[in-house]
């Protein structure tokens, strides 16, 4: 915690405004106007993070803005381009190193696991960014959430903890309210039905993110909230 009490507060209350938009953004239907939103919640997060003194969580939402910048700016040439989802999985990676080797993170087991699992939240929300819908947004932010709601815990980021239980049950709700019926319509690949069985597990290591979002998809479809 902070040592100022007041500094703690206000780094409360600035996250309960990024809360707000965290949850409004999931409920979006076109995918620029989610992503513009999560834009300025990872630009008020940024500010959070940097009052409770959590490096990680500072400077990877510092990294957000930069990709919701050019993700909502996808449908031209210079951000259009694969190549920026390996640079901004690299520059996560880059976060994950800096919080050891400059902002002086104690190199415990502890905090190893601890500062990589908001690097996995990104990763997989950039994936998401990646797609064509704002449905494939909500399916990786079903990763992302549960995986900061962790380190937002062991943070005090109490606004940090309430988003993303909100966000999870945000995304549930945006998935049935937008996503149920489009879903039903569309047709399964073999791809689909080899790989969601094993979705809990193999997700992460499937290099193509389409395929991943295509299974994560059937896998909810079929056994969490399509039935």
Excluded at 42 to 54: D, E, M, Q, R, Y
Excluded at 191 to 206: C, G, M, N, Q, R
Aim: net charge positive; proline share 4%.
């Amino acid at each position: 915690m902070p040592d100022s009490a007041a500094v703690f507060i206000i780094a409360q209350i600035i996250g309960f405004v990024g809360l707000s938009l965290n949850l409004l953004s999931f409920q979006q239907r076109d995918q620029k106007k989610l992503i513009m939103i999560q834009f300025f919640g990872a630009t008020v997060f940024a500010v959070h993070f940097g009052l409770l003194g959590a490096v990680s969580g500072c400077i990877l939402n510092v990294v957000g803005i930069l990709r919701a910048f050019v993700y909502y700016n996808k449908n031209k040439k210079w951000a259009s381009h694969g190549v920026w989802l390996y640079i901004f999985i690299f520059l996560y990676f880059v976060c994950y190193a800096l919080s050891f080797l400059v902002f002086s993170t104690e190199p415990t087991l502890k905090n190893f696991i601890l500062e990589l699992l908001p690097v996995i939240g990104m990763t997989s929300l950039n994936i998401g960014y990646t797609m064509k819908k704002a449905s494939h947004v909500r399916i990786t932010g079903l990763i992302c959430s549960p995986s900061w709601l962790v380190y937002n815990a062991f943070r005090q980021s109490w606004p940090g903890v309430l988003t993303e239980v909100l966000s999870i049950v945000s995304i549930i709700v945006g998935m049935i309210r937008l996503d149920r019926k489009t879903s039903a319509q569309e047709p399964v690949s073999e791809d689909e039905a080899k790989w969601s069985p094993y979705i809990p597990v193999l997700s992460i290591f499937i290099f193509n993110p389409e395929q991943m979002i295509r299974a994560i998809r059937h896998f909810l479809r079929n056994f969490l909230i399509f039935h």
